[in-house]
């Protein structure tokens, strides 16, 4: 369990969405304590990648990795724009904060690439999980709505 006795330095803009342990990543949660007070989050493996990986489709951008080329050629069966336009407009502040935290991963990628290494606060790394936590938890009714049998699997895999 991971103890945190300071506030997530997270925007109060974001919508409160509640943990539901029916919402299966695959992947498991964990039990994280935030000012004193013991939470759950789902463990979401690859969404921030594919989160980023898709924004930058959107955006036009080339791959970035192989990853990143793989898929994009799932995105339009995933229903991904479909399904984070909805995200986008019914979660604005989630959404506003997934797009920071992902243009704030890929500053740090690049910065892997010359060799210089910023180590990222234990704080910032649990924030980061909370928010993606709470997206999936966001995302699950919303694919559902779109199909009934959407594979979660999708988002985390």
Request: aromatic content about 12%; hydrophobic content about 25%.
């Given at each position: 369990m991971v103890n945190m006795?300071?506030?997530?330095?997270?925007?109060?803009?974001i919508e409160d969405i509640p943990f539901?342990?029916?919402?299966?990543?695959?992947?498991g949660a964990e039990a994280i304590v935030i000012?004193?007070?013991?939470?759950?989050?789902?463990?979401?493996?690859?969404?921030?990648m594919k989160f980023g990986s898709y924004i930058d489709y959107k955006e036009g951008k080339d791959p970035a990795t192989?990853?990143?080329?793989?898929?994009?050629?799932?995105?339009?069966q995933w229903r991904f724009?479909?399904?984070?336009?909805e995200l986008a407009a019914?979660?604005?502040?989630?959404?506003q904060k997934m797009?920071?935290?992902?243009?704030?991963?890929?500053?740090?990628?690049k910065a892997l690439g010359t060799g210089e290494v910023k180590s990222i606060a234990e704080e910032e790394i649990i924030e980061r999980k909370v928010v993606f936590s709470k997206a999936f938890d966001a995302l699950v009714p919303i694919a559902r709505r779109i199909d009934p049998n959407y594979d979660l699997g999708n988002f985390c895999r």
């Open positions: 006795s300071e506030q997530l330095p997270s925007s109060p803009d539901n342990t029916a919402n299966e990543t695959g992947f000012n004193g007070e013991k939470q759950e989050i789902h463990h979401t493996n690859n969404l921030k192989l990853f990143d080329e793989v898929y994009r050629d799932s995105f339009p724009e479909e399904i984070f336009d019914s979660y604005p502040g989630l959404y797009l920071e935290i992902t243009a704030k991963r890929f500053e740090e990628r």
